[in-house]
């Protein structure tokens, strides 16, 4: 039998990389308490202890079906709406909103409302680690453009010159993840402009999913904006994973802004499309949280001033760094072009990174500020160790 | 734009009498406290109080880890192949099984990880109502073969004529949902031999995915058997929903036994898959309680005095009526040949059924056991006047 499927070959060589480095290096070190842990977007502290106690408190049941089978419930979409609202300025529809079990199940979702088999679906470089993964799972046909570092800025003719009849979504991902820009009204809008330009003259709507897990995570008083603000046909994915800092929980949310023209039904495509996923809504006890969960989020300027002290002292070492204007992530280049062997330098002085070479960026890595204030301090002279090593 | 995608069409077609039902008279009446409510298997009393004695003490952080990103998590692993290496007396392998967010999750994974676009799956009818949906949803091909009532007995010679060279798979369900049937050990064995003969003649495992949430819900000390002990390409999916009445949690799996060839790398193929459907993967909470939540149970003494109070009095009213040897459910045949015309009539009598032809079995009509015992003293004198107004 050996490999059933085709499909997962081309799905498992397109995760390669995320495969080699989670089975290998991050496997051997993660956890390990002397370990200066800036892999991924992890919690390395303890839960928010709001957190818990709103848990603790809604798994009381209050009705004889608390625990009945959930789709997205009112309350949910009715909270959601309104935070959106209050961030983007319009008048969100709560029947808008579809709750899902996580961030990427509201990708997968997406994928799936949208895209016809064969359909190109464009996405930028450096990714999130499933984008193309994903684009590949609904049988559509990814098409990479490369954001160039250290700026990161969308080339908008790029884009238009990628566009062609079989073109329906393109993914977008502000804050970025990993370089942490924020992208700018001003850029949005001319994005917007550049789709509704490429959709007319293909004669179909190119739809924007907006991958935006870290919107609530922005330094500096910086103000996020969202792609639907500045263009209808704008399908947002969201995951509480980031601001609350507990991933393994589960539940995001797919929702379009009031402005989305045949709304109505792409309401029924996406409920439709969330049962063919495996009944991609999230759990009860989540979905009675979610008032709390709308509202709670982790210490951004703790984390900001973590960045501030991180960056400060990798740049005095010698390194070229990003500084993100939000997300969890600083980019850092390698002071060698083999990414992978610095991030093994790293390793052995007890500093776990993600290679760029896993995110599309080879010569750069990847740190995560989640880590603790405790692990940055202990980390700093590896970071310089591994450093004055490959200098050598 | 209307609908995007035509894959939508066809699955929104294939569920047509569900989202009929559950839009129509379902939603009109779920919920309301005067009527008799056996439509789904939804609990219509409090949760149990030690699953939630269960998920408070789970909630409480006891590394810092707690609620970071989790799959298949060891504990999980071991816990589930404990309880079904003791149920088939097999020695199963926890690294086979595959910690799911529920059993619409395992059958989404265990779909995409078995088919090829084309090939063709068969399933059973009366069907859960998502079985031709997810067959369709992975791009293969349903082939619909019948379960006759009221014995509901598989037609072996039948399945044998239906295997074709594009069959990869059979999905099987016991305990029956409709019928309430527990397939004996000597049926399963009969059908695992109808399987490995029509594999040999067509040259490739036709993969039997054998889908048993119901298997804790056993009658009259009955034993439950998994087609897994008898037949090696068996894949099990399992929902917690029914054994715990919490169907809004979200947690199964997917698992194969230790006789399966190839499961090696058929666990590769089903992690991949599961990143695929969407990361469906349970979460941190729910697979921290699991070692309660294996052991943990709805009373299914007192569900069998339901079913046979509510058994003798729809017999003595006049009704044709299955016998349940598990699962939550018993089938009764319309005194009318139009199920939905009678269900109507129920209604009026405030008694919420299931029209037998959203589930195949047009004439008849379904009755959850996990209404309380009020609901069905408070039922029957609404199933008397019905028959009575049907029969008049």
Redesign the interface.
């Known amino acids: 039998?050996?490999?059933?499927?085709?499909?997962?070959d081309q799905?498992?060589e397109s995760?390669a990389p995320f495969m080699a480095f989670f089975s290998g290096p991050f496997s051997r070190l993660n956890?390990n308490p002397d370990v200066a842990n800036f892999a991924?977007g992890?919690?390395?502290?303890?839960?928010m202890p709001a957190?818990?106690d709103s848990?603790?408190e809604h798994?009381?049941?209050r009705r004889?079906?608390?625990?009945?089978?959930?789709d997205s419930e009112p309350k949910s979409q009715v909270t959601v709406a309104r935070g959106l609202s209050k961030r983007t300025g319009m008048e969100w529809d709560p029947a808008d909103v579809a709750m899902?079990?996580?961030g990427?199940?509201?990708?997968?979702?997406a994928m799936?409302?949208?895209?016809?088999?064969g359909d190109e679906v464009i996405f930028l470089s450096p990714p999130w680690f499933?984008y193309e993964?994903?684009i590949l799972?609904a049988?559509a046909v990814p098409v990479r453009l490369h954001l160039a570092p250290p700026a990161f800025e969308p080339d908008l003719e790029a884009i238009a010159a990628a566009i062609t009849p079989r073109t329906?979504a393109i993914i977008f991902n502000s804050p970025h993840n990993p370089s942490g820009r924020v992208y700018p009204l001003e850029t949005l809008q001319a994005l917007g402009r550049t789709l509704t330009e490429a959709s007319e003259r293909i004669g179909?709507?190119v739809f924007l999913v907006s991958d935006e897990p870290y919107n609530r995570i922005i330094f500096d008083g910086g103000t996020f904006h969202s792609p639907a603000e500045a263009y209808p046909h704008t399908v947002i994915t969201y995951s509480y994973g980031k601001q609350?800092?507990?991933?393994?929980?589960?539940i995001g949310y797919l929702t379009v802004p009031p402005t989305m023209?045949?709304r109505e039904?792409?309401r029924?495509?996406v409920f439709?499309?969330q049962?063919?996923?495996?009944?991609?809504?999230p759990?009860?006890?989540?979905q009675h949280a979610i008032e709390d969960l709308e509202k709670l989020s982790i210490d951004i300027a703790a984390m900001q001033r973590r960045r501030d002290r991180l960056v400060t002292a990798l740049r005095e070492i010698g390194y070229q760094t990003t500084m993100p204007e939000g997300s969890f992530y600083v980019m850092a280049r390698a002071p060698i072009a083999d990414d992978v062997a610095f991030t093994d330098l790293l390793a052995k002085q007890r500093v776990l990174v993600l290679p760029g070479s896993v995110v599309e960026v080879p010569g750069w890595f990847r740190i995560s500020l989640t880590a603790t204030d405790e692990m940055v301090e202990r980390g700093i002279p590896g970071f310089a160790a591994a450093y004055a090593e490959a200098s050598a």
């Open positions: 039998m050996a490999t059933v499927v085709r499909k997962i799905l498992r995760i956890g991924v992890n919690p390395q502290d303890f839960p957190y818990v848990l603790r798994l009381e049941p004889r079906d608390w625990f009945a089978y959930k899902t079990n996580g990427f199940a509201a990708l997968a979702v799936r409302a949208l895209v016809e088999p499933f993964f994903m799972a049988d329906r179909h709507p609350l800092l507990a991933p393994g929980q589960r023209p045949d039904a792409f029924e495509t439709v499309s049962l063919a996923t495996g009944y991609a809504f759990n009860a006890l989540l």
